[in-house]
């Protein structure tokens, strides 16, 4: 094994209910361009773990080695300055193939590597947290960073609506959609309460919503003002838009009250490609021929599951 360090690869790890398997690797193939059977995933590309709803943590790989002896070698290298540290090996679960490292041994590589580092330890508020990770025969050593459950926050909405995406499902899709925010404009056009609109508002990525109905455009207002963000909300039909936009999510309606016709359906999917370069569509209905009717290809797909309730999202341009 080479002993450079190398500052452009990342490990990722994932954790998902069995039903989310579908979902978690059409966000893995937005961010990535490639997605992973298993329960991580390798990758130069850096993301914010806490963006996914499905990542558990992030390892900036320093250095990587068949043994542990070389990568205590190594560490001694590391210039953290005045800053404390502290070291956690990742293996408390099963890693792919990988069995997970009984806690006394994963304890006493933490500590060992620990004793290496020059700078001053602090297990409980450090500075830096590096992590240790067995994969597949190789050691891999480096900057530590844990997902945070930032979507957990708004589970409790002032306003939400039984049939709303969950706001995990929302969260992927806003990925899905936007997985690079730098210098992209997006839209919901079917807003409903802002469930997409206030999971892309809290990772930064620059959208604004729409409805027809003027109660569903407040109590959205309300729900985004609630959790802290800014994001613009407008009423009226996606016809009225004349702005155009990267990309556009369509959570076509589809409850007792608003379940929308084959032809009102159709019609805002006409309207979304002429607003839109990108299409994300959320629909419980299969639609290929109404998105290719509208000059649309689907470029990828996933269904996601919530017990007998599927949704299928269409990633179209």
């Not at 079917?190 to 930064?204: K, Q």
Request: proline content about 4%; overall charge negative.
């Amino acid at each position: 094994m080479s002993n450079e360090q190398n500052n452009n690869k990342f490990i990722y790890t994932y954790v998902h209910h069995v039903d989310e398997y579908d979902l978690c690797r059409m966000e893995m193939r937005a961010f990535f361009n490639l997605d992973s059977q298993s329960n991580y995933l390798i990758s130069n590309i850096k993301i914010d773990p806490s963006r996914s709803p499905f990542i558990q943590e992030r390892l900036e790989v320093l250095y990587e080695d068949n043994s542990v002896e070389n990568i205590m070698t190594m560490v001694k290298d590391i210039n953290i300055n005045e800053a404390t540290f502290k070291v956690v090996c990742l293996n408390s679960m099963a890693i792919g193939e990988t069995k997970k490292i009984p806690q006394s041994e994963r304890r006493l590589f933490e500590r060992e590597i620990g004793l290496c580092i020059a700078g001053e330890p602090d297990l409980n508020q450090p500075d830096i947290i590096f992590g240790l990770m067995l994969v597949d025969g190789i050691w891999h050593f480096g900057k530590y960073m844990k997902s945070e459950s930032i979507w957990r926050k708004h589970l409790h909405k002032p306003n939400s609506y039984s049939t709303a995406l969950s706001t995990r499902v929302a969260r992927a899709v806003a990925n899905i959609a936007v997985p690079q925010p730098q210098n992209i404009r997006a839209i919901d056009p079917c807003c409903g309460i802002g469930t997409v609109v206030i999971e892309a508002l809290s990772m930064g990525i620059n959208m604004e919503g729409r409805d027809i109905y003027y109660n569903v455009c407040k109590g959205s207002r309300e729900n985004i003002a609630y959790f802290g963000l800014t994001g613009k909300i407008t009423v009226g039909p996606i016809s009225e838009v004349t702005e155009h936009y990267d990309v556009a999510i369509i959570d076509l309606p589809y409850n007792l009250f608003t379940h929308s016709s084959p032809e009102d359906q159709f019609d805002i999917i006409k309207h979304a490609r002429r607003i839109a370069d990108k299409i994300v569509v959320v629909t419980i209905e299969t639609i290929d021929d109404m998105i290719e009717d509208a000059g649309l290809m689907i470029k990828d797909r996933c269904v996601a599951k919530k017990q007998s309730f599927l949704r299928q999202i269409l990633l179209c341009e």
